[in-house]
DNA sequence: CAAAATACGTAACATAAGATACAGCGTCCC
DNA sequence: GGGACGCTGTATCTTATGTTACGTATTTTG
């Protein structure tokens, strides 16, 4: 079975007339980026002509050039997507242990590469701020990582509070919102309708959202300050919200750290309680 | 300095009005995907208009769009011939971020390293078989993770039910509890008096226990049936739940795909409503 | 060696892409 | 509360990209 562009090309070069097998050659030797460029600068550097590039494309049985682009990108998706860690992996070697861990760890180092230490700094910077309250909540399956968060949150400054219990009662906890003050919003797949309303009222009174979703985003996007798309993909019937745990927990650290730094009165009182 | 456009628009992303933000968050949460497709496309992932996608890639720079997509074509060429560059990206290569996500990756490891595939499989399969009923309950910082776990659980099995409240409310439902049941409970340090009396009592009752703790083993181990113990050590001041996260998604999968597997009416009715 | 078939490039075309002008709207500041 | 500023989207325009038609060159075959 022929799964990438590349295996369909070399499967078929040798029944290629010369021009077209320059430009398969092309396209081989620096794969695939060659391909996303315009057809003009493919022939260029093929040294052919752009009709010979389409015509190249439609032997490997794409009715166009975008078609034939659409192909490559989609390709490069997966490609970026999942990782080629399996072949630098030390736990890798140990056996198929589980297929489900090696796809949470690729999904932790894939959302952390996505995620610059500046923004995470900024977004804890957010929450150690005591400018206004702090409000979190979750859609039904990421609600505990809501509460996972308040939770510790809670311990280390004051007016942090978890949004429970059914919708008409968190709608009328947004007469408390203002513009001072946080909303955490976890919303993966599928995304609910239910947050999504509440999000944009809070919006519109001036609450700065801080959205923790999977990689195709959540509508809540729209709304947020700061957007955390993590991984969720793995081989189970249910979508992983380990790295937005990871994320959490690592949000968790550093607003801790930084309300240790400014010597928050809090903090110290919290350690001679521990 | 600034050497990937990532870095480029993290640096910036705050000096930029909120629809430009939105392109910004779209292009990261799968970069650098989605700016080498049209302005079109990238304009509806985004959900804003061309123009301010345009503006936005100006204000980064760029003269024009196709010079913006060359840059990143670029660089993406750089990637994908030095695979090792790959590994070093922006967010791992220093920073404060990465020991806390070294650490709660090697805890992983570390973690299913002391977990055999028998012992998953047998946790699953006592999880699966529906002889009576299913408990679970947390401590302080742990009961996000039973309520996690409660509620994938609860959707492909009847009987699930997840102890919340105060000690004195569970504590009554222990009336329910017999030989046939399990009981699911978290603890890591400081381990909490009350859940051990509850587990105790339970144990008393014929209830099988499954506990996931940390590595130090909550004294709950005395009475469990299955024990997990998960690595907690991070970086922070705060112990990590992420390994123990992980184990229960595992578990999550195990048990709906053995379900499945038994051919159970309800997965079936559920997909159908999926 | 000649004729046919195929391959290839030039040039004109149509389409879709990126760019721009402008008006409406919200926001901030005085 | 009013005015100025800045942001955003709609509609229009321009550019350049992909596509096609056709003639020439090249190879293949009888």
Redesign the pocket.
């Given at each position: 079975m022929i799964s990438s562009i590349a295996e369909l090309i070399s499967d078929r070069i040798d029944a290629m007339?010369?021009?077209?097998r320059r430009a398969a050659q092309t396209l081989i030797a620096n794969y695939p980026l060659t391909g996303l460029k315009?057809?003009?600068e493919f022939s260029a550097a093929a040294g052919?002509?752009?009709?010979?590039i389409?015509?190249f494309?439609a032997r490997l049985g794409f009715q166009?050039?975008?078609e034939f682009q659409s192909a490559l990108q989609d390709e490069l998706a997966a490609q970026l997507q999942s990782p080629a860690s399996r072949t630098l992996n030390p736990s890798s070697a140990g056996g198929a242990v589980s297929p489900m861990l090696e796809a949470t760890l690729d999904n932790m180092r894939e959302t952390f590469r996505h995620l610059t230490d500046k923004q995470l700094a900024d977004i804890a910077a957010r929450l150690a701020e005591r400018r206004g309250k702090t409000f979190l909540i979750g859609g039904r399956f990421t609600d505990p990582l809501a509460r996972y968060m308040a939770a510790h949150l809670a311990l280390i400054q004051p007016e942090v509070y978890h949004l429970a219990g059914q919708e008409s009662i968190w709608r009328d906890r947004l007469i408390d919102m203002g513009k001072r003050d946080v909303l955490v919003i976890f919303d993966i797949r599928r995304y609910q309708e239910s947050l999504v309303r509440f999000a944009e009222k809070a919006h519109q009174r001036g609450v700065q959202i801080i959205l923790f979703t999977d990689q195709w985003l959540s509508p809540i996007a729209r709304f947020a300050r700061h957007v955390i798309a993590g991984r969720t993909a793995v081989p189970s019937a249910w979508d992983s919200s380990a790295a937005l745990f990871v994320v959490a927990e690592t949000l968790i650290a550093a607003v801790t750290r930084q309300l240790e730094a400014a010597g928050a009165k809090r903090i110290r009182d919290l350690e001679s309680l521990r």
């Open positions: 007339p010369a021009g077209e315009t057809v003009a052919v002509s752009s009709p010979t389409l015509r494309v166009n050039y975008p």
